[in-house]
């Protein structure tokens, strides 16, 4: 079944320059390992879509049951350049948690 | 054990909070971040119109307000308020609170060597400032002057609630883990309230009374461990999902946070329930630095203007679509050159773009354009095209009430390293 990415993680996202990062963290950390096999590097740069023009790179932080992407190309020329009302990326966090995750019956448990 | 605090995350953040801090609980060490990348050249060009200013305007009269308070309680300040003129602003610290001892730390700031820089020969006209973030040592060396108050000017945020436990506990240069630790625990606390429940996605509407929210202080040890805690009293909540979300804020390579003093592994940490409002957090592994140091230069980069319409049900949505069309046509007929043209429609999916879900037909929505450019007569012809929309374009425009957008200059920013080596700092007691 499909869920939404938020039902089982809460994010934080920022900016360095056009660069942003988005930390996205497990509420429980017996659900981590979901995040790692279902949220992708791939699937975050399709999820957000030409939000992002670059390149997306996932790393892992199992000690806090959290995966850290950054987001290359992702804030319209970033910080003081940008047009967005968004221009720090601060929003990008709760845009990833719409995303639909597939998990298996029992997987929640 | 020493207790750190921040009291302000940026310049700007709430003037309350750091009176709070030493007032309302015990306190060793107050520190300041008053620095973004983008504030060094709101500086400059303020120094630039007159030479007493450049430094965050807010210090001196906090300083004032809090003297007699770090005078009954030993507490000392560390902030990096000098912003491009340090000295400027410990001259002020001194006239309004003239029993505390003052100390500046200079070098970070050069300007006057920016021909030595690689890659910014194309730039070089429009120089704004060009500062070396500098690290925890020479802060050390200020707080070593008996100093009340250690003012510098671009150091490294983390810098700021480092150097006390380098101070305090006599750390060394090579004992990298430990170095390791104070800078997490700064990265924790320099964004003031955002890891003491401010900003904080978990359980957010039950966080308690965000209205007198508690910002953060560091119980640090000698052995590098550490408790993140707030004031007995004080709104918000210190938990593992606070501290966890400041922890991932602005992060690249968790394995290598990259700072003067150390390099960082956010992998090693390991967080502990430590009671009510406490985060205890040991394991934090680091190694050594890297021999280059980063250096920011911002430059003119021409002009900027954004402005919105509101339209209101029925179609709004449609309507704001249809006002933007009619902009970007005039744009056109006019033959303006931009870098950049922007539309977004708040209420709908400016914030989350394809992520966002669609309604039927929106109550009310913004519409919000933008334009960037080098020719600024063309960014000022822009700000005339909007608001004739209210009578000429699609029914129900409203929310014109502050008239014409202003046209704001842009500010950009190039990144470059330098040989650890090339930076020299000095401490300055101001008498």
Not at chain 2, 18 to 25: S, T, Y
Request: hydrophobic residues 40%.
């Amino acid at each position: 079944m499909k869920i939404q990415l938020i039902k089982i993680a809460h994010a934080r996202s920022g900016d360095k320059g056009d660069t942003a990062n988005i930390g996205v963290i497990a509420r429980q950390e017996k659900h981590y390992p979901l995040l790692v096999r279902e949220l992708t590097a791939a699937r975050v740069k399709a999820h957000l879509e030409d939000m992002v023009q670059g390149s997306v790179e996932r790393y892992e932080l199992p000690n806090l049951g959290a995966l850290n992407f950054v987001l290359h190309e992702a804030l319209g020329g970033g910080g003081t350049l940008s047009l967005r009302i968004d221009a720090q990326g601060k929003t990008l966090s709760t845009a990833l948690l719409a995303m639909e995750i597939e998990i298996n019956d029992g997987e929640l448990e | 054990m020493i207790r750190i605090a921040n009291g302000q995350g940026f310049w700007g953040d709430w003037l309350e909070a750091p009176v709070r801090l030493v007032e309302d609980g015990p306190l060793d060490y107050l520190t300041l971040d008053y620095l973004a990348e983008v504030t060094m050249s709101i500086l400059q060009k303020q120094k630039q119109a007159d030479p007493n200013l450049g430094y965050a305007r807010d210090f001196p009269p906090l300083i004032e307000r809090i003297a007699a308070t770090l005078r009954d309680r030993h507490i000392k300040v560390i902030a990096n308020a000098g912003g491009v003129n340090p000295i400027a602003c410990a001259k002020e610290v001194r006239r309004l609170a003239p029993d505390l001892k003052v100390a500046v730390v200079l070098g970070d700031d050069i300007f006057d060597r920016i021909d030595t820089l690689p890659g910014v020969s194309a730039i070089r006209p429009r120089i704004l400032s060009a500062n070396a973030y500098i690290g925890a040592f020479p802060l050390v060396e200020a707080l070593q002057t008996g100093a009340d108050i250690v003012i510098a000017g671009r150091c490294t945020d983390t810098a700021l609630a480092l150097a006390p436990m380098i101070h305090e506990f006599g750390w060394q240069a090579d004992d990298y883990d430990k170095l390791a630790a104070g800078t997490i625990a700064g990265h924790i606390i320099e964004c003031g309230a955002q890891c003491t429940g401010g900003n904080c996605q978990v359980d957010w509407q039950n966080i308690p009374d965000l209205a007198n929210i508690g910002y953060p202080i560091i119980e640090a040890q000698p052995d590098g461990t550490f408790v993140i805690t707030k004031h007995p009293g004080s709104g918000g909540r210190v938990n593992n999902a606070s501290v966890k979300e400041q922890l991932l804020y602005e992060l690249g390579d968790p394995t290598r946070y990259i700072t003067p003093d150390c390099i960082a592994d956010f992998t090693s940490i390991r967080l502990h329930n430590g009671g009510i409002n406490r985060v205890r957090v040991n394991g934090i592994k680091g190694s050594a630095p890297t021999d280059t140091l980063k250096v920011s230069v911002s430059y003119r980069e021409g002009w900027k203007a954004t402005g919105s319409l509101v339209y209101s049900w029925p179609e709004a949505r449609e309507k704001a679509m249809f006002a933007a069309a009619i902009v970007m046509k005039r744009l056109q007929q006019l033959d303006l050159q931009f870098e950049d043209v922007h539309y977004e429609i708040l209420g709908v999916d400016a914030c989350h773009g394809p992520a966002a879900k669609p309604a039927q037909d929106y109550p009310e929505v913004q519409l919000r354009i933008g334009v960037r450019g080098m020719d600024k007569p063309a960014v000022d012809r822009f700000t005339r095209e909007l608001i004739p929309l209210v009578l000429s374009g699609p029914p129900t425009a409203t929310g014109f009430g502050d008239g014409r957008p202003p046209v704001r200059e842009v500010v950009a920013y190039h990144s470059t390293l330098i040989p650890r080596e090339e930076i020299v700092t000095r401490v300055e007691v101001i008498a």
